[in-house]
């Protein structure tokens, strides 16, 4: 998420190529509880299938939790978008290793 997570919709979220990233990731995410919405779609002008997560924006601090991030300034964004939602959620800035 650190170079390739964005922000999807109210959300989080990932776009790649491939499938076997996206299948391991959402297994992931169903055994730790992470709520979140799969999507697969055709880009008409590269002629290739994508694939997306996106993680509920009511996840987010479960996520960043559960998976810190080391990108600070990607870190900052979220917190500041986050900082308008209703429930408070804000991230946590974690410590670089």
């Known amino acids: 998420f650190d170079t390739d997570g964005r ?3 109210k959300g989080l979220g990932f776009t790649t190529a491939s ?9 992931i995410l169903v055994e730790l ?3 979140q919405v799969v999507e697969q779609w055709k880009n008409k ?5 994508y694939y997306g997560i996106r993680i509920y924006p ?3 601090n479960k ?4 998976f810190p991030l080391r990108n600070f300034e ?3 964004k979220i917190q500041r978008k986050m900082r ?3 429930s408070g959620q804000t991230g946590q800035i974690v410590s670089s290793v």
């Open 58 to 60: 009511h996840q987010t």
């Open 84 to 86: 308008g939602c209703r």
């Open 63 to 66: 996520f960043l939790n559960t």
């Open 45 to 49: 002008k590269y002629n290739r299938t």
């Open 19 to 27: 499938i076997n990233l996206w299948d391991d990731l959402h297994k």
């Open 74 to 76: 990607k870190l900052k």
């Open 33 to 35: 509880n992470i709520k």
């Open 7 to 9: 922000f999807r919709g």
